[in-house]
């Protein structure tokens, strides 16, 4: 399967301050998902890039998807204790299957009050 | 509307026991999955399945066997449980494609000692 970094692996973070994480593949992407991954719990879908260099958000989120669709990232602006939980990008090879679309290792956020 | 609902949700094997996790959605998708989840590995797909009546190996389907004999249920099967597959498993769905938001099942937290 493609590689696909995803880093940091963990981010510690003061309530109210700023939190990015960034997904980088060796190969260009068809798409790209984001999911979120509460203690305890299970993915749940936050968000799907397709365009180059598009942008979304949601809220206090923002996502990106790179120029050369090769990376994206999700930023959080003023993090609050619902944010916790670990954040995962799913990107989807060109032309890829189901067997195409590979989890990161995701990136745990740990916020202190 | 239950979405996609796993059983069952805990258990503990002896190694060399045989198992089945069941899967059901109630969403009408096409697309199912089923993925691991260890410490610092993030999910690894093991298999999935395009429609009723078919399956294909993901990234890691060695020891596992499924099914898929109605569109709703995907069985995950373990035929002689072995410790380096205790692990929580996910079920996943998709609608049409895999480039599709993935919903997610609660997970099942398996032992194997």
């Known amino acids: 399967g493609q590689q696909v970094m995803q880093i940091p692996q963990y981010q510690h973070v003061q309530e109210g301050e700023d939190f990015t994480t960034y997904c980088n593949s060796s190969t260009t992407l068809s798409n790209i998902q984001w999911y979120k991954q509460r203690p305890g719990g299970h993915p749940v879908f936050l968000i799907q890039?397709?365009?180059?260099?598009e942008v979304k958000k949601q809220k206090r989120l923002t996502f990106q998807f790179g120029e050369a669709k090769k990376n994206s990232s999700l930023h959080i602006t003023a993090t609050q204790t619902t944010d916790v939980g670990t954040y995962f990008c799913a990107p989807l090879t060109a032309g890829g299957g189901a067997d195409g679309l590979t989890f990161g290792k995701g990136t745990h956020l740990i916020i202190q009050p | 509307n239950a979405g996609v609902t796993q059983t069952p949700k805990f258990r503990v094997l002896k190694t060399g026991q045989s198992m089945t996790l069941l899967c059901a959605q109630d969403m009408n998708h096409e697309y199912m999955y089923w993925y691991r989840q260890d410490p610092g590995m993030g999910l690894r797909l093991i298999h999935y399945s395009v429609g009723e009546g078919t399956t294909a190996k993901g990234e890691v389907p060695d020891g596992y066997n499924v099914s898929r004999l109605k569109k709703q249920n995907f069985l995950l099967g373990l035929e002689s449980a072995a410790p380096s597959q205790t692990s929580v498993y996910f079920c996943a769905s998709s609608q049409y494609r895999a480039d599709q938001p993935q919903h997610f099942g609660d997970g099942t937290r398996l032992s194997i000692l």
């Open positions: 890039l397709v365009k180059s260099g």
